[in-house]
């Protein structure tokens, strides 16, 4: 080829074809094949040490065949690019980049786990992603028809995976077996391997089969299966003063109690310092915050500070009311904050003289009992709040320290209205309207009814268990043209109802019938990603 040739393969006549050569000396040495072959009226004979790779008779063939071609001092095997124009993937991978036009700080080039699952799974294999980020593995094996479960501690993370599945349009490969369903591996593209050996051989090349290119039916498309989004229960555990109640000790038995623990020191210093968090930039300020002797679920009594007017403009929007009493009541470290740590900080609290005026549960995750139990406690005078912890406090030694940092924010209550139909065709079924959250606000001192301007994604469980919520409908309120379900009604614009996807942009559900358990859950997740539990029963 001429080097304008290989710049602009368009200059190439359409009768050419492309081809390279390859050596036809065999790789070790044997007297058989040291013999001379007459090449296009010129006679050739290995050098010394060398032979021919393949009998004389075969070398014929392929001068028959004009497979040889003479370059330098002796002919060689004419390989043609169009033989076989595909390789086998090796170990350097030259040909992926980091992902592009990322909605994740480390999401990684679908090409990439492609290139994985189709190495070591077949259709129908299962792919575990311990940390999925934005759901780039759970993804591309939906899209390959592998089963997939996948996990993250980010509520971010969860959000853009659960919308990206959700809202994803695949190719529809056609099945080998579509009786037997996926597992069945699907139809492949099949292409001849010309080889020198079929030809020398005057045999049929050999069939491969691209496992990364299954025909596709053109007349359907496909969406994901359907999955399901759940959270770990943290597990029940015993204390050893539990253990040991009643049951007969010896004297040499003694119970030590450790207090405090050190990450719960360091939560306490770290909240002190930074607050916490509010709507539009408001903060409850801590004048002191300290451990509280003899109590084990209450993990430190404070005071709260009033603002400083008039110094900058964010302090302004600071409590701005007289310092008040305030109790603190940490999460564990590696589970949801759970019901029962709510029912007994709480009787810890009733114990305390004076009685504080607000009690915050800050935890990185809440069981959705514990969390319903916090908003729905009534007790006169007194204030629950639920505090969502940065994940950055898991991680000290990555976290930066600045002032600006805030570990803490005040998560807001749903507000939502559950309603049954009176008329129409969905007369007797029940509909559920979000309004947006029920916010403290830190300058009054009481809780405030928000719009749902802020809601970036709500999901609807019409029979839950109390244990796993299961989306069974899912809206984006937050979401515009290109995202959402709009995504996915431009997509199959000819097989949906555009209007019922119109409706899951919204803040009203569909109809429902109640389940068997009597229960519904509404999950909330604000445009600050963090999630809010509701939930009511259905009489």
Not at 32 to 51: A, I, L, M, W
Not at 381 to 403: F, H, P, S, Y
Not at 496 to 507: H, K, S, V
Request: aromatic share 10%; proline share 6%.
């Amino acid at each position: 080829m001429l080097p304008a040739e290989r710049n602009d393969f368009r200059v190439i006549p359409n009768s050419a074809r492309i081809f390279g050569t390859v050596s036809q000396w065999a790789p070790s040495f044997s007297e058989s094949g040291v013999y001379d072959f007459g090449f296009e009226g010129k006679t050739y004979r290995p050098t010394k040490g060398q032979c021919w790779i393949t009998t004389k008779e075969k070398m014929e063939r392929l001068a028959l065949a004009g497979r040889l071609f003479v370059e330098g001092d002796f002919p060689r095997y004419v390989s043609f690019h169009d033989d076989f124009p595909y390789a086998k993937v090796t170990n350097p991978w030259e040909d992926t980049a980091p992902a592009q036009d990322k909605s994740y700080v480390v999401e990684t080039n679908e090409n990439v786990l492609q290139r994985c699952i189709l190495m070591t799974t077949d259709p129908g294999d299962l792919a575990f992603d311990l940390t999925c980020g934005s759901g780039t593995t759970a993804y591309v094996a939906e899209q390959w028809g592998r089963r997939w479960i996948t996990c993250d501690t980010s509520r971010v993370a969860l959000t853009l995976a659960r919308e990206r599945l959700m809202t994803a349009v695949f190719d529809y490969y056609e099945l080998a077996h579509p009786n037997e369903g996926v597992g069945s591996g699907f139809v492949y593209k099949i292409v001849p391997h010309i080889t020198l050996k079929s030809i020398a051989n005057n045999e049929l090349p050999g069939l491969e089969t691209l496992y990364d290119q299954p025909l596709v039916d053109r007349q359907r498309k496909r969406v994901s299966g359907p999955f399901t989004v759940e959270a770990v229960p943290a597990p029940a555990v015993k204390s050893v003063e539990e253990l040991l109640e009643g049951a007969p000790q010896p004297a040499d038995v003694s119970i030590a109690r450790s207090g405090e623990t050190l990450r719960q020191g360091e939560w306490r210093d770290e909240l002190l310092r930074t607050g916490i968090r509010g709507k539009a930039g408001q903060h409850i300020r801590f004048a002191r915050l300290e451990p509280l002797p003899g109590c084990r679920l209450l993990h430190a009594d404070g005071e709260t500070r009033p603002s400083d007017k008039g110094k900058d403009s964010v302090r302004e929007k600071d409590t701005a009311y007289a310092p008040q009493r305030i109790v603190v009541s940490f999460g564990p470290e590696h589970a949801p904050l759970e019901q029962r740590q709510v029912a007994q900080a709480i009787e810890e609290a009733q114990t305390l003289v004076p009685k504080p005026k607000l009690i915050v549960f800050a935890a990185f995750q809440f069981d959705p009992e514990a969390a319903k139990d916090i908003d729905e406690t009534n007790w006169p005078g007194v204030t629950l709040l639920k505090a969502q912890m940065n994940a950055d406090l898991l991680t000290d030694d990555l976290k930066k320290k600045r002032a600006s940092n805030e570990s803490f924010w005040l998560i807001g209550q749903p507000d939502v209205r559950l309603e049954r139909i009176a008329k129409g065709e969905d007369k007797g079924k029940w509909r559920v309207g979000v309004e947006g959250f029920d916010y403290y606000n830190t300058k009054t001192g009481g809780i405030e009814s928000g719009s749902a301007g802020q809601i970036a994604v709500w999901l609807l469980d019409t029979d839950y268990d109390g244990r796993s919520l299961y989306p069974r409908q899912v809206f984006f309120p937050l979401a515009d043209e290109s995202e959402g379900w709009a995504r996915l009604a431009k997509n199959l614009k000819a097989e949906i109802d555009e209007e019922l996807i119109e409706a899951y942009r919204g803040t009203k559900s569909l109809p429902f019938v109640a389940g068997e358990h009597k229960r519904i859950a509404i999950k909330i997740v604000d445009d600050r990603g963090i999630e809010s539990l509701k939930v009511l029963g259905v009489e």
